[in-house]
């Protein structure tokens, strides 16, 4: 039985699982790693977060994108943004050096059991753990418009179906949003031939500045600090203080976490998009059907007035959704019964345990309501794991150690 059983492999559950392990604690950790950074960003994309804001964590801060750069022969600088791929092999680097090996199956399913929990593998297997951490990253929440759902993926995707964009060369593709995802994949496409649009609703797009140098005069530092979510002083209070930030009002943790550091392209995908990219601003899909080679969508502008437009496909960059009724791999009395906020999103306690299932945590995105912008960010890792695994040996302390249920069938599991 593990004391700990980590479900993802991303930088939280890879951050979780170095600091549990360095606790003494018996680990596993389940799921590809990095998978959403290998599989689902298109090549050419970089981070929108500075190098130093990127690391993944571990205690003794051995294992640094700084680190793995210099390894490589490389240099992250300041303002200098990473590739993604750089970034997801730094990634692998981390889980071979930083934790205990990783198991590459997927959990499927999570439910409870006498002393704790079981989890069911994508090949049958049951696993015993005392304590499960949720690091599930963002695919299980993708949203896309309501007015897009229905329709068949060969014409409507989510931005982050996509590990590459070759199948849409010398094709029309519209994308829907405005910040990062939806800009970036954009100039993506308009650099390889594509014939593409950006749909907004917003009336106006939104640029990241250029980042100050590190080294300024201390005035402008004390003016402005940086942080790992950007420079001022209320992104520092987001990036290095999310346990000040759990004590604000809920009201205001989630209008918070929702509107805080919206959307908004990086200063260095700017000039890959004005001169390339259409941009219609002030526009929203009403309704989509399929047509004859494509979509026609209804299309609302900032008057009200109604339009149509044809094309081959339809790029939802329009992000993430983390509610708790999304987290399918919980079993049903697990998951009606988890503890939320007024937003849906889960809710947890100092330590990022659901207060309704003890020894049952949460960890990135789905925490972003209780603890800050800073859970939509690599950044959040850092704090996320050290309040986590003292969380873990806080209950394991607290709870008897059973001895461990015989090995059952995933049937047997599923009841």
């Not at 907004?200 to 250029?210: C, F, K, P, S």
């Not at 919980?330 to 999103?345: H, I, K, Q, V």
Request: with cysteine; glycine share 10%.
């Amino acid at each position: 039985m593990y004391d700990l059983l980590v479900v993802g492999a991303g930088p939280y559950g890879l951050s979780i699982a170095s600091h549990a392990v360095a606790a003494g604690l018996r680990v596993g950790v389940f799921g590809r790693p990095m998978a959403s950074w290998r599989d689902h960003m298109p090549r050419g994309m970089f981070l929108k977060s500075e190098p130093w804001a990127s690391n993944l964590s571990d205690p003794e801060r051995r294992w640094r994108l700084d680190a793995y750069c210099a390894e490589q022969g490389m240099t992250a600088r300041h303002g200098e943004p990473i590739p993604v791929e750089v970034f997801a092999e730094y990634g692998l680097w981390f889980a071979r050096n930083a934790g205990p090996a990783v198991d590459e199956r997927l959990v499927t399913r999570v439910v409870r059991c006498a002393g704790g929990f079981e989890a069911v593998t994508d090949d049958g297997a049951v696993l015993s753990a005392r304590s499960v951490a949720l690091a599930v990253g963002v695919m299980p929440f993708v949203e896309i418009p309501t007015a897009l759902t229905g329709l068949d993926t060969s014409l409507v995707t989510h931005s982050s179906h996509h590990g590459d964009l070759d199948r849409f060369r010398d094709r029309d593709v519209t994308v829907v949003g405005g910040g990062q995802a939806a800009l970036e994949t954009a100039a993506l496409l308009a650099e390889q031939g594509t014939r593409v649009r950006v749909l907004v609703r917003a009336g106006e797009l939104r640029w990241n500045d250029v980042p100050p140098p590190w080294e300024r005069p201390w005035w402008r530092s004390a003016r402005s600090p940086h942080s790992g979510l950007g420079c001022g002083w209320r992104n520092w209070f987001y990036a290095e203080r999310p346990g000040l930030f759990r004590r604000l009002p809920e009201p205001t943790r989630a209008r918070i976490a929702a509107t805080a550091l919206g959307p908004a392209g990086a200063w260095w995908v700017r000039d890959r998009v004005e001169p390339a990219v259409e941009v219609l601003l002030g526009h929203e899909v009403a309704a989509a059907r399929a047509v004859p080679g494509g979509l026609r969508l209804d299309v609302t502008d900032g008057t009200g007035s109604l339009g149509t437009l044809e094309t081959e496909h339809v790029v939802a960059a329009t992000g993430f959704k983390p509610t708790a009724d999304r987290l399918a791999l919980l079993s049903a009395d697990l998951r009606t019964a988890l503890a939320t906020g007024a937003d849906g999103t889960p809710e947890v306690g100092r330590d990022f345990a659901s207060p309704s299932h003890p020894g049952l945590f949460l960890a990135g995105l789905a925490t972003a309501s209780g603890f800050g912008p800073a859970m939509r960010f690599v950044h959040g890792a850092t704090y996320t794991a050290n309040a986590l695994v003292r969380g873990v040996q806080r209950h394991l302390q607290t709870t008897p150690t059973l001895t461990p249920p015989h090995r059952r069938t995933p049937e047997t599991a599923r009841r």
